[in-house]
């Protein structure tokens, strides 16, 4: 069993709906939770950070961290064709290393 | 604001020829990453740095060696290139609260 599970997709929404994205994990541990946003031929970039258990919201985006349940969710109101990309979830424990998922590929049709 | 910089972007390589990827972050972090990137597979971690005059095993190390040069830079060498090794390489760097800040990645393919 991987430590962090993605559901790999893909995902296709229409324009403006909401896009729901997740990832379970195994570790304990576990404190830092981030999601990555990655186009096609590019180098994944970081889109939300979170530390422990809660939510934050920047703008359209809104992470959601269980730890309790080890679960940590994406959610993209109102998206929009520049959305479509790969969504890494990752995160880490106290040491220096992350584990990531696989990626979801998310495609919003205009 | 350039980040992390890793060069060449693309490169093809005969098998059993060698080759070293190069990496320079901005950023003065400490901790530097390289990672492979495989379809199906996620990224996963080569080596990577804590700091400068360290290096450490990833989870997957065979074939690969590192250098970290000082603070600013760290390559990655691949000595006997082997089809296997085809992939995406990233390079990466740590800044606060664990957040990994990743390269525009290396295209390799090993025929």
């Known amino acids: 069993q991987k430590e962090v599970e993605q559901d790999p997709g893909p995902l296709s929404v229409p324009e403006g709906a909401i896009v729901s994205l997740n990832c379970t994990y195994s570790n304990s541990a576990f404190q830092y939770f981030m999601w990555y946003r990655q186009y096609s031929r590019k180098g994944p970039e970081l889109l939300m950070y979170?530390?422990?258990?809660g939510n934050k919201e920047d703008g359209r985006f809104t992470a959601q961290v269980d730890k309790s349940s080890k679960y940590i969710s994406l959610f993209i109101r109102d998206s929009q064709p520049s959305d479509s990309a790969t969504y890494l979830c990752?995160?880490?424990?106290?040491?220096?290393?992350?584990?990531f998922g696989a990626g979801t590929t998310v495609t919003v049709r205009a | 604001n350039a980040g992390v910089t890793q060069t060449p972007k693309f490169q093809v390589l005969k098998t059993g020829q060698s080759m070293t990827l190069q990496c320079a972050q901005d950023?003065?972090?400490?901790?530097m990453y390289w990672y492979r990137q495989d379809p199906g597979m996620g990224l996963r971690l080569i080596y990577y740095s804590a700091s400068e005059g360290t290096t450490d095993k990833g989870e997957v190390p065979n074939g690969y060696n590192v250098s970290r040069l000082n603070k600013r830079e760290f390559s990655l060498r691949l000595e006997s290139a082997a089809p296997s090794q085809t992939s995406v390489y990233f390079c990466?760097?740590?800044?606060?609260?664990?957040?990994?800040?990743f390269g525009e990645g290396s295209w390799l393919t090993v025929v």
């Open positions: 990466a760097s740590r800044g606060g609260g664990n957040t990994i800040y």
């Open positions: 990752a995160m880490s424990s106290n040491d220096y290393k992350l584990s």
């Open positions: 950023m003065n972090h400490n901790s």
């Open positions: 979170t530390y422990s258990s």
